[in-house]
C-alpha cells in the first residue's frame, strides 16, 4: 500500500526557518506500507521525501519482528 504524506510541523519549531517552510510545501512524500504475515499490521517499508538536495529515500531491506524474519519486497 502507498500512502501520501504531508510535513505538519506542530511544536518545537521555528517556522520562519526555510526547512520547515519547504518541508510544509511539500506534496510528493510517499510511504510505502507491508503487511506482516499472521501479524493483522503494516509496517513502514519505504520513505521518499523530496529535499533541496534531490529525493531523500530510506528502505527497509529486513524486517523482523519478535525474532520472526520477513523479507521486504521488491518495489
Known amino acids: 500500500m502507498v500512502c501520501a ?9 521555528d517556522p520562519n526557518r526555510f ?3 519547504y518541508l510544509a510545501e511539500q ?3 510517499e510511504v510505502w506500507l507491508v503487511p506482516v504475515a499472521g ?5 513502514p ?3 521518499s521525501i523530496r529535499t533541496p538536495l534531490g529525493l531523500g529515500m530510506m528502505e527497509a531491506r529486513r524486517l523482523e519482528i519478535n525474532g520472526a524474519a520477513a523479507s521486504a519486497p521488491a518495489p
Open 45 to 47: 517499508s519505504r520513505i
Open 27 to 29: 506534496r510528493d512524500m
Open 19 to 21: 526547512l520547515f517552510k
Open 39 to 43: 501479524a493483522g499490521i503494516l509496517v
Open 5 to 13: 504524506m504531508y510535513f505538519v510541523p506542530i511544536a518545537g519549531h
